[in-house]
């Protein structure tokens, strides 16, 4: 098969696999749609008390990508390892990084969707149509485009470190609805920062730091100071410093590359480096070689024979050469005994 033929069939099986979870298409669509929609609807920012940050289109695009991005990602990884999916493709001649990637793209085009469903949505309202004419698009695509990274990587690390499913689920919904509101979603943030603790708290998510550089880039604040809807002045909690969130983020993200780099060289090639310490190891890898990419019953059977011709050659070598040395053994007995009798008869 082509990598085209697999790519296609993949993501075939990736898009039955998301449509056939009706509580993640709902979870992963509905919940997010309908707050951000009832923030846009019932709550007037020149009267309410409890109004919502100019940002809370660029909160529930975030949200979108951690639930799509993480939580779903984390489900469909462990389904596969739960079905052996990976370790019986592997053993064929397809690479590890295209079927990753194949999985990585399928998910961040599930997510596309939904991000632009939950944006034409937004555009249905008049202010959020002014508010995007002024988005400062470079700051909020860094911290978007870091926040799927992030989620990605978060969601191989929880899959292939978690055995239980529900343990999975547990730790995905603990980073998914934490950010939905500690990053300016379900409670606006300009309520959050009036109680310090929850500030402190939020500094645990690490999609606290990408979500605030998208938010920054929805309203342009690239120092990341704003002003309220009830005139106060308002900061992300970094003072003066603007270039915290950003280091934070590639900082945490190469870390979590580096984990997942180790876990796929446990996951996929312990069994590998484990047997090149045995003898005659490039022998017997390289016939597992050739049964991997065996694609018919002839063909194994082929390899059978080659693999006790093999070994037939070799038991016929190893008594060849006892036999040999057995004879240069014998030769040399027999001229130190005649060395001897020589040496006796002279005296």
Not at 83 to 89: E, P
Not at 267 to 275: G, K, P
Not at 328 to 337: I, Q
Request: glycine letters at 4%.
């Amino acid at each position: 098969m082509s990598k085209w033929s697999i790519f296609k069939k993949l993501f075939v099986m990736q898009y039955k696999n998301y449509i056939r979870d009706k509580f993640n298409l709902f979870s992963g669509w509905f919940v997010t749609i309908i707050t951000l929609v009832g923030w846009l609807t019932f709550r007037d920012t020149s009267q309410s008390s409890l109004s919502y940050d100019p940002f809370v289109l660029a909160s529930a695009l975030g949200v979108c990508g951690i639930r799509n991005c993480m939580y779903n990602f984390v489900k469909t990884i462990h389904e596969f390892r739960k079905k052996d999916f990976f370790n019986r493709l592997f053993s064929t001649n397809i690479s590890k990084k295209f079927i990753f990637m194949t999985m990585v793209v399928f998910n961040l085009s599930a997510n596309m969707v939904v991000t632009l469903v939950t944006l034409a949505i937004a555009m249905l309202y008049p202010e959020q149509r002014e508010t995007i004419l002024h988005v400062n698009w470079p700051i909020f695509l860094v911290g978007y485009i870091l926040l799927l990274i992030l989620s990605n990587l978060m969601a191989f690390l929880i899959a292939f470190w978690t055995k239980s499913i529900e343990w999975c689920f547990t730790i995905g919904n603990f980073y998914y609805f934490g950010s939905v509101y500690l990053l300016g979603l379900g409670i606006p943030y300009n309520v959050l920062v009036s109680e310090k603790w929850v500030i402190y708290v939020s500094y645990l998510f690490p999609q606290r730091y990408m979500s605030n550089i998208m938010a920054a880039g929805w309203i342009n604040a690239p120092d990341f100071h704003y002003k309220g809807n009830n005139g106060n002045n308002i900061d992300f909690g970094y003072g003066n410093f603007a270039w915290i969130p950003y280091v934070v983020s590639l900082l945490i993200i190469l870390v979590l590359s580096f984990l997942v780099l180790i876990m796929f060289k446990k996951a996929f090639e312990f069994e590998n480096r484990r047997y090149k310490k045995f003898k005659n190891q490039h022998k017997h890898l390289a016939i597992i070689y050739a049964i991997n990419r065996s694609s018919t019953v002839e063909e194994l059977e082929s390899l059978i024979e080659v693999r006790d011709n093999i070994n037939l050659n070799k038991k016929k070598l190893n008594n060849t050469l006892k036999d040999l040395k057995h004879q240069v053994s014998e030769r040399k007995n027999a001229k130190n005994g005649k060395k001897h009798v020589e040496l006796k008869s002279k005296k």
